[in-house]
């Protein structure tokens, strides 16, 4: 499995397969639409991406809070590319990015089902239940190096 990392910005010829792949992930089985959300904040974030023979299979957005934090949000990996280590490896590298440009704290809104993953990276929750999307989230932090 041969995945390349990358960081890329809403105008990147990508850009439109992150959106195809966070909707069919991550909105779809909600009886959501991507579509019909206001996307505009996209265009102030990084957007990480793994991708395999020109097929995007991961995601995530990078979005700045401030000059030391950074939230992750909207992490996807393609159904036929879960299990495979692929999240570990987009957040390994977008964790790695965040450091090298000096943020030192890593947020995320986990969805419950998600939390024992990131849990496993060294995310910390807030054991805070709320509801985004209609489903069950918690708010979950890590320190970078």
């Known amino acids: 499995m041969e995945l390349e990392l990358s960081i890329i910005d809403y105008t990147s010829p990508f850009y439109e397969a992150v959106l195809a792949l966070r909707n069919d992930i991550l909105r779809k ?3 959501l639409n991507l579509y019909e959300e206001d996307l505009t904040e996209d265009r102030d974030q990084y957007i990480v991406i793994a991708v395999m023979e020109q097929k995007v299979q991961a995601c995530l957005m990078l979005k700045i809070l401030d000059h030391i934090t950074v939230k992750i949000r909207q992490m996807a990996v393609a159904t036929t590319m879960q299990q495979k280590g692929v999240g ?5 590298y977008a964790e790695n990015f965040c450091a090298l440009n000096n943020y030192t704290i890593a947020e995320l809104h986990a969805r419950k089902t998600a939390i024992g993953f990131y849990q496993k990276l060294g995310y910390q929750s807030d054991f805070v239940e709320f509801e985004d999307v209609g489903i069950p989230h918690v708010k979950m932090t890590k320190k970078l190096s």
Do not use: D, F, V, W
Not at 88 to 92: A, E, P, Q, V
């Open 29 to 31: 089985p909600l009886g």
């Open 88 to 92: 570990i490896m987009l957040m390994t």
